[in-house]
């Protein structure tokens, strides 16, 4: 019986991720043979989560192996991603499509949590509303320290919130009877790099999220390293400069990672004022006093990589959010650093990469974060 639910959940996951599958590659991914595949897909169809289909552009003789395809319009998660200059609402199908979207810019000051929850649960029930199919889960990403089980936000410096129910009162106001389960951005985004984006197949992965602050998430062996209680990660307070002239950080230190490389280092780095895309695109286009600026926030972040790069012997390192930009053009400075600093042993196989899935990568975690229930236990979570 529970063995049963773990292959439902197994094959479904299968197509969530990767989308539709035929039942020879579903046979040979979870190592089973075609007729528990056959088992499977009937119970998965039976309730309505997949379909089979004949595959598309297949021509010539013999029987096809038909497809599993997942049912997006039917089935689909909330997910949102409460992010320093932005709330974003979307409604994410099974199998990962988003399927319709809103978003609205944040102030930064001053923002406290019913203002976030009200106007999250206002986008929420625009994507709700006729919306055809059934919602099975929530999913939200937060820029700060969540406790996992209810979503607390313990502290979330960017929105100077400390111990804000957040889990609780969104679940309360949207009352929409399925579980609400939040998450942090950089654990979020390194999940979602994994399953689908630049850090496919490689299970000892390293994100860097930048904006303001600078998060992170590291997965050893494919799984989050969440710590004793779901901290961990916390890259961003890595310290990195030791010197009088360090930056002062956010979380009351100095020389942090994120306080030598967040967006107001970068910014004062240009000699004030602008946006991080604006400082990175006069760097692209060849002003000196901008790429000064990303050359000297790149050097820091190399220091940091070299880091984590000892500390992990990760498979891919990859630059998300505003540290996308600032990567693209300050990968030599990170290069050097890392030449310098990591061992080669543990840096020959480190990869660097761009996030492939940009600002969305926090949203595409948090909507997997509401397909979880789903996904564990398919037929259960449906009845
Ligand atoms: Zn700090």
């Known amino acids: 019986m529970g063995r049963q639910r ?4 197994g094959l479904l996951r299968q197509v969530h991720v990767s989308g539709p599958l035929s039942r020879a590659v579903l046979a040979e991914r979870m190592g089973v043979n075609r007729s528990t ?3 499977l897909t009937a119970e998965l169809a039976g309730v309505g989560l997949v379909r089979e289909e004949p595959p598309s552009g297949v021509s010539g003789a013999g029987r096809p192996s038909l497809v599993v395809c997942p049912e997006s319009e039917r ?3 909330l997910a949102f991603d409460v992010a320093v200059d932005r709330l974003v609402a979307a409604r994410v199908g099974l199998g990962g499509p988003v399927l319709d979207r809103r978003e609205v810019p944040r102030s930064r000051a001053g923002v406290d949590l019913d203002t976030v929850v009200r106007d999250l649960v206002a986008m929420g029930r625009e994507l709700v509303g006729a919306a055809p199919g059934r919602c099975v889960g929530v999913g939200a990403s937060y820029c700060g320290m969540i406790r996992p089980g209810d979503g607390m936000v313990r502290y979330g ?3 100077g ?3 804000q129910a957040f889990g609780t009162e969104l679940r309360k106001a949207l009352d929409l009877g399925v579980p609400v389960v939040v998450g942090n951005e950089a654990h979020l985004g390194a999940l979602a790099e994994f399953a689908r984006g630049a850090g496919a197949g490689c299970p000892d992965l390293i994100y860097l999220h930048g904006d303001v602050g600078v998060g992170g998430g590291i997965l050893v062996g494919g799984r989050l390293m969440g710590g004793e209680s779901g901290y961990g990660c916390e890259v961003g307070h890595m310290l990195v400069n030791p010197s009088v002239s360090a930056r002062p950080c956010l979380c009351g230190s100095r020389g942090c990672l994120e306080a030598e490389t967040g967006e107001y ?8 004022g602008g946006s991080v895309a604006s400082v990175v695109r006069a760097a692209v286009a060849g002003e000196v006093w901008a790429g000064r600026a990303v050359a000297e926030i790149g050097d820091w972040l190399g220091i940091g990589v070299a880091n984590l790069i000892n500390l992990f012997n990760p498979g891919v390192v990859i630059f998300g959010g505003m540290l996308r930009d600032v990567y693209a053009v300050a990968a030599p400075q990170v290069g050097t650093r890392i030449e310098r600093h990591a061992m080669p042993v543990s840096r020959e196989r480190a990869r660097l990469r761009l996030s492939e899935l940009g600002w969305d990568a926090a949203l595409i975690g948090a909507a997997d974060l509401g397909f979880g229930g789903l996904l564990s236990d398919p037929v259960g979570a449906l009845s």
Request: hydrophobic share 60%; aromatic share 12%; net charge negative.
């Open 6 to 9: 773990s292959s439902l959940g």
């Open 37 to 39: 595949i056959l088992a």
């Open 75 to 77: 089935f689909w998660v």
């Open 157 to 159: 410096p960017e929105l």
């Open 161 to 163: 919130w400390v111990d």
């Open 265 to 272: 280092a970068l910014l004062d780095a240009a000699g004030g």
